[in-house]
C-alpha cells in the first residue's frame, strides 16, 4: 500500500501562484511514477501532470508554460508549481501514482490516490 498526503491548496487571484506538494509514504519502492490530477465541479477527474523518478514528465496542454512538475526522490516528494493561475483552474487537485507514467497518464489505472487539496481562482 502507497499512502500519498497533498497539501499546497487554496484561493488566490487570477494570475497568481500556488505549489502543491504530495508526500508518498509506505510501499514507495512499487511506485516509479506520481502525477497531478485536477477534477472540476460537475467534471470528470483528468491528467495535469506527471513525472517519473528519472525526470520524464508530460503535461496536459492547457497548462503548459504556467505549471511546473518535479519530484525530490529523497524526500518521497512531488510538487506542482503553478503560476499565472486562471479560474478555469478551479478544482480538487489530487495526487497519483503507479509504476510508469504510460499508465497513470490514463486516469483509470492510477494505483493509488491521495485525499485531494482544494484550489479556488477567483476573476
Known amino acids: 500500500q502507497v499512502q500519498l498526503v497533498e497539501s499546497g491548496g487554496g484561493l488566490v487571484q487570477s494570475g497568481g501562484s500556488l505549489r502543491l506538494s504530495c508526500v508518498a509514504s509506505?510501499?514507495?519502492?512499487?511506485?516509479?511514477?506520481m502525477g497531478w490530477y485536477r477534477q472540476a465541479p460537475g467534471k470528470q477527474r483528468g491528467l495535469v501532470a506527471v513525472?517519473?523518478?528519472?525526470?520524464?514528465?508530460k503535461y496536459v496542454d492547457s497548462v503548459k508554460g504556467r505549471f511546473t512538475i518535479s519530484r525530490d526522490n529523497a524526500k518521497n516528494t512531488v510538487y506542482l508549481q503553478m503560476d499565472n493561475l486562471k479560474p478555469e483552474d478551479t478544482g480538487v487537485y489530487y495526487c497519483?501514482?503507479?509504476?510508469?507514467?504510460?499508465?497513470?497518464?490514463?486516469?483509470?489505472?492510477?494505483?493509488?490516490w491521495g485525499q485531494g487539496t482544494q484550489v479556488t481562482v477567483s476573476s
Open positions: 497519483g501514482a503507479g509504476p510508469t507514467i504510460e499508465t497513470i497518464v490514463l486516469v483509470d489505472r492510477v494505483l493509488s
Open positions: 509506505g510501499n514507495i519502492f512499487s511506485i516509479n511514477a
Open positions: 513525472i517519473n523518478r528519472y525526470g520524464l514528465m
